[in-house]
């Protein structure tokens, strides 16, 4: 199993969603990817152009990270259930990176990346994680709401990051260990 940081529990269970669960439309567990994921992880990025495009390589290398993990969502729709979806993080101290996230196109829209993100934050703050950092095309609006209306904030823009096209990065940060110092913890 290559994860860097232990999920507990291992598999995501809805019951534990941390945001809403009424968004979720069909059913799906979240957990490690596996050496076996990595060239579906692979051929669901390829076919999504608004994802970062990485070599399968690199995911092998993110797998094999100590500081690195992937999650894949599986549909359960389906026997035997197939990855529909994955998310990529990095972390380094107390700070990480959704580094890249995909839904196969057959399951968008469906609560996956919501559940994959909501699953890595999970993860994340287990490990001692305090701020989330991504960066995400400034024309992909179905990301920007769903990042949005995960708490996540605008923090400034890198102009032409992306290429092919070429387009600006928003880049946007979200705390998910708020200090007990914080406004949104006082009471």
Same mark, same amino acid.
């Given at each position: 199993?290559? #994860? /860097?940081?232990?999920?507990?529990? #291992?598999?995501?269970?809805?019951?534990?969603?941390?945001?809403?669960?009424?968004?979720? %439309?069909?059913?799906?567990? =979240?957990?490690?990817?596996?050496?076996?994921?990595?060239?579906?992880?692979?051929?669901?990025?390829? %076919?999504?152009?608004?994802?970062?495009?990485?070599?399968?390589?690199?995911?092998?290398?993110?797998?094999?990270?100590?500081?690195?993990?992937?999650? =894949?969502?599986?549909?359960?729709?389906?026997?035997?259930?197939? =990855?529909?979806?994955?998310?990529?993080?990095?972390?380094?101290?107390?700070?990480?990176?959704?580094?890249?996230?995909?839904?196969?196109?057959?399951?968008?829209?469906?609560?996956? !990346?919501? !559940?994959?993100?909501?699953?890595?934050?999970?993860?994340?703050?287990?490990?001692?994680?305090?701020?989330?950092?991504?960066?995400?095309? /400034?024309?992909?609006?179905?990301?920007?709401?769903?990042?949005?209306?995960?708490?996540?904030?605008?923090?400034?823009?890198?102009?032409?990051?992306?290429?092919?096209?070429?387009?600006? !990065?928003?880049?946007?940060?979200?705390?998910?260990?708020?200090?007990?110092?914080?406004?949104?913890?006082?009471?």
């Amino acid at each position: 199993m290559l #994860l /860097a940081f232990a999920l507990h529990p #291992l598999t995501f269970i809805l019951t534990h969603y941390p945001f809403n669960p009424c968004l979720l %439309k069909c059913a799906m567990r =979240v957990r490690p990817c596996s050496d076996d994921d990595l060239p579906t992880i692979h051929a669901i990025q390829l %076919k999504c152009p608004q994802a970062a495009q990485w070599r399968l390589e690199d995911y092998t290398q993110l797998a094999r990270d100590p500081l690195g993990t992937i999650l =894949v969502a599986e549909a359960d729709d389906e026997y035997p259930p197939r =990855v529909a979806g994955f998310a990529a993080f990095h972390r380094a101290t107390d700070e990480a990176e959704l580094r890249n996230m995909a839904v196969d196109a057959s399951h968008q829209r469906r609560g996956i !990346a919501r !559940a994959l993100l909501a699953a890595g934050i999970r993860a994340l703050q287990s490990s001692g994680v305090s701020r989330l950092f991504l960066e995400v095309r /400034a024309s992909n609006q179905p990301a920007l709401a769903l990042y949005a209306s995960a708490g996540f904030n605008v923090l400034h823009t890198r102009r032409d990051y992306y290429h092919d096209p070429a387009e600006d !990065a928003l880049v946007m940060a979200r705390d998910i260990n708020p200090s007990p110092f914080s406004p949104s913890r006082k009471k």
